[in-house]
């Protein structure tokens, strides 16, 4: 994970979420990478999938004020999709490259 997809070896982010122009290892070319809104709806689905519950738990469960439970909620939701972006976009760039994934064009419905 946030490796190149074509040596496994070269970092394929220069900064946070900031795709490199090409590979600091094998020289692939990384200038066509666009994952679009893919890695931030995979996000979204599992952050989501693990606050809810959290809240119901806090809430109902432990019976906390509801500031606290929402603000704990909140908290954790913040951090883990800050955390969960670059694995994911990195991940799904990973797999367009491998399946060489690109705009259709009009030759490729003749
Ligand atoms: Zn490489």
Known sequence: MLRCP?????????GYLR???TCAV????????????????FVILVVGAIVAPLLIILQVGL?????????ITMVTAIVLCIAFLPPFKSTLF???W???AREATHEDVE
Request: proline fraction near 2%.
């Open 6 to 14: 074509e040596c496994g070896n070269g970092a394929v982010f220069n």
């Open 19 to 21: 795709f490199r122009d």
């Open 26 to 41: 094998c020289g692939a070319n990384f200038k066509a990478a666009d994952a679009g809104d893919g890695p931030a709806v």
């Open 63 to 71: 019976n906390l004020a509801d500031w606290l439970a929402l603000t």
């Open 94 to 96: 990973a797999l367009q």
């Open 98 to 100: 491998k399946h060489k």
